[in-house]
């Protein structure tokens, strides 16, 4: 069935998505083509000079085997990210969907931690887990464990995993929950008459039901674990021990706003954008045909 | 685009300052200090501005010292700059390269006729900030330098003896063979590591921490502190680290709340952690120099400082400079200067400072807190000792701070980690170079 509006001529049209236009050059193209441009100098901080080095900061960033394990420690980050996130909120959903008593209460704590920032997030898990006066650190030393994030590069991958998909967890919550109430009560009533147990009606009916959820959530997700986690590792880790924290977007923010190399930093983010963009064309291409819309 | 947006925000909100008075030439001065240290630097201005009518210095917080340096460097892209921008030690390259961002000091103290000698101050803050000619480009505000933090309740119930002299690192080693013994659980530990047992270490030892005079010589400097005696230092750490001697607590300075709660012995840490030690240690502590290698030449030679300077940005109308003058001048007297120095316990910049708290009886009253001074002043600082200068040099730290953890967690050799640090380092080293020529 065809859903698409034909406007005539080209005017109405044109005006109408003349806002969301506008926003993406704005705040999108202007930025991003700024940044290609920025990626192509090695500018001085207070923008007196620049050199034109052409892909000369594409190459000393590749040549960098730091720069390149960086890659790695990203994959690892934004997968356990994108999982700890999301297996957790759908197990929560499906819980709370079946509530008959105080679901209202249930979902808005569900939904609380939603509202802290990642800087904010970063600090309370530092509490919790800070070698000197954290509760849990402090428990895991009863238990014998000697718990130390400071040199221990799985511990602290583990720590910043867990701080920044805390709070998404909620956000990933809001989106099933929603997609729950939607799934018709009269499919699911159907296969329990046919026997089905719950666990199995929920594999092979709401979770393919759920999949352009699933889809959309995925890939905001991981577009979250590369961009918005560095406030997280900024207050905790700070990218170590060594490196074993440094992701792609932290060492963008390291070298460009804190270490002032600003060439550098562009073509990281450039970089970055490529990465994103590439990943997100093959979610789309190999993904999106295993979702039923 | 961050610096954009930086640069607008900071724009507008200069733009939104009421002008309050109306003949008075107002001076901004951007620094980076809140809480306690920020009450004594706006007494400062207060005082300032309370005692002549040509001037008004109005002090602004700009977050800590890498967001002040960016909000600086973001105003200036903007035409918005402060007259007066605090920058920590580590930025000091960054500035002096910006020729045409900054204007020295020595300068404007000459065009404003301000009296302005820059012997007056002591020499190895002085040579921290000078031209290899002499000629002073920023004015030292909070310097410090590292000093041994002792637990004395904890070496005692160790059995450490009284007399037992902890000023060379050959001595520390049984001391902290003890303390493990004694059941301590953190028998030493270190904040600022690439500070300390990097950068300190070597002017202390007066062997070079990079080439070209540690790059006050120019910006084709390379690292060199992967010689013998930092890699004996590092490795003696490194299985200090194995042994569970020394214990590792962070880049920064979070050994510091271990040392103020009792739990850790012996801690090499900034001079300016005084107030705070004070402050919260519910135990008898003590202030030692920084230990050294008593099998090294020449050692102990002097420590480098820490902390921050005041750089005088360019493109303000004349008058501001006038009054920039007089308030860098009124900052460096000696009552100022001798007064922030007890408070804080950072040093005193200027030699008539130090005679005066010592007039004062100040040393007599707080013993150790002269240590620091009597550690950089001791002898004339040499090519070595006199600091450090390179660009990129934050991110220089962040590199040396990687490659230190892999020797803390025994994945390195100090050999390898140094030697890995020094190559990382050149390549950026090389960067700044390139982008300042």
Known sequence: MEKRVTFKGWLLPLLLIAPQLVISGVFFFYPAGEAVWQSLFIPDPFGLSMQYVGLGNFEYLLSDPYYRASFLTTAVFSTLVTLVSMIPA??????????????????????????VAPAVAGVLWLFMFNTRIGIVAWYLGLLGYDWNYVLNQNEAMGLVVVASSWGRISYNFLFYFAALQAVPKSVIEAAAIDGARFWRRFFTIVLPLLSPTTF???????????FETFGVIHTITGGGPQQATTILVYKVYADGFVGQDLGSSAAQSVILLLVVGLLTVLQFKFVEKRVHY | MKNFALGALVASSTLLTPFAAFA??????????????????????????ASQSDYKVVANYKGNYSETLNAGIAAFRAGEQPDILMVFEVGTATMMAAKGAVKPVYQVMEEAGVPFNSDDYIGAVK???TTTDGKMLSLPFNSSTPVLWVNRDLLDKAGVAKDVDLS??????PVLDKLKAAGVDCPMTTAWQSWIQLENLSAYHNVPFASEENGFGGLDAKLEFNGPVQVKHIQTLGDWAKKGEFIYKGRRNEGGADFRSGSCALFTESSAGYAGIKAEAKFNFEVHPLPYWADVKGAPQNTIIGGASLWVMEGKPAEDYKGVAEFLNFLSSPDVQAKWHQDTGYLPITKAAADLTREQGFYKENPGTDVAVIQMTAKEPTENSKGIRLGNFDQIRTIIDEELEAVWSGDKSAQDALDTAVTRGNQLLRRFEQANR
Do not use: C
């Open chain 2, 24 to 49: 008075q030439t107002e001076i901004q001065f951007w620094h980076a200090f809140t809480g306690r240290l920020g009450e004594l630097v706006d007494a400062q201005v207060e005082q300032f501005n």
């Open chain 1, 216 to 226: 959309f959530l995925l890939v905001v997700n991981i577009v979250y674990s590369f």
């Open chain 2, 168 to 173: 060379t690192w050959e001595n520390i080693g």
């Open chain 1, 90 to 115: 759908l197990f929560l959903a499906v819980l709370a969907d079946r509530l008959v008593k105080g679901a209202g209460a249930y979902r808005t704590m569900l939904i609380w931690p939603y509202a």
């Open chain 2, 127 to 129: 040579g921290y900030y």
